[in-house]
T-cell receptor
């Protein structure tokens, strides 16, 4: 079984400042890792994923996350946030080859003008 | 290519009534997953279905909840005799195979009064 911990429930940050959203997981097997974003009253959109290979993965809108196996972490970062990044971000894990996603409780990112 | 569709988007039921939530997967996807999101919580896996088969219902409450994915038509999540604790957002996801990336719908927000 897997579990995901997102320590920060809310993160306020000023526009154009950097941000890091933390995600730690526990698992007894190899994992796939995901970040999803949820805008108000919308469904979840996949932001980026780690399946294998390079431990640093990037999204098309400037976010990146690094898989750190020794620290069991998959933190999400962006060097300069925009107002439009205001949303809730969910970290998720599945056992490699499994279909069942386990989600963290989410982090609400608020970008302040 | 239309995404995952869910309807209704909002559903209000009185205690004791039945709720039916529908999910149409993306074109070409034959695997459907249902997740529930309680307030201030992450998404929790409920059930995984393929056409005409329930593959894994380990996350489904033992009573009042059922799911189906018929040969023709959308997947249905059915909640009988709803109670206030069933109030949540219910998300459907689909994938082309059982170990592929899951695409989420916009969700159905169920309110039980």
């Amino acid at each position: 079984a897997q579990s995901v911990t997102q320590l920060d429930s809310q993160v306020p940050v000023f526009e154009e400042a950097p941000v890091e959203l933390r995600c730690n997981y526990s698992s007894s097997v190899s994992v796939y890792l995901f970040w999803y974003v949820q805008y108000p009253n919308q469904g979840l959109q996949l932001l980026l994923k780690y399946l294998s290979g390079s431990t640093l993965v990037e999204s098309i809108n400037g976010f990146e996350a690094e898989f750190n196996k020794s620290q069991t972490s998959f933190h999400l970062r962006k060097p300069s946030v925009h107002i439009s990044d205001t949303a809730e971000y969910f970290c998720a894990v599945s056992g490699a080859g499994s279909y069942q996603l386990t989600f963290g409780k989410g982090t609400k990112l608020s970008v302040i003008p | 290519n239309a995404g995952v569709m869910q309807n209704p988007r909002h559903l209000v039921r009185r205690r004791g009534q039945e709720a039916r939530l529908r999910c149409s997967p993306m074109k070409g996807h034959s695997h459907v997953y249902w997740y529930r999101q309680l307030p201030e919580e992450g998404l929790k896996f409920m059930v995984y279905l393929q056409k005409e088969n329930i593959i894994d219902e380990s996350g489904m409450p033992k009573e009042r909840f059922s799911a189906e994915f018929p040969k023709e038509g959308p997947s249905i999540l059915r909640i009988q005799q709803v109670v206030r604790g069933d109030s949540a957002a219910y998300f459907c996801a689909s994938s082309p195979g059982g170990h592929n990336e899951q695409y989420f719908g916009p969700g159905t927000r169920l309110t039980v009064t």
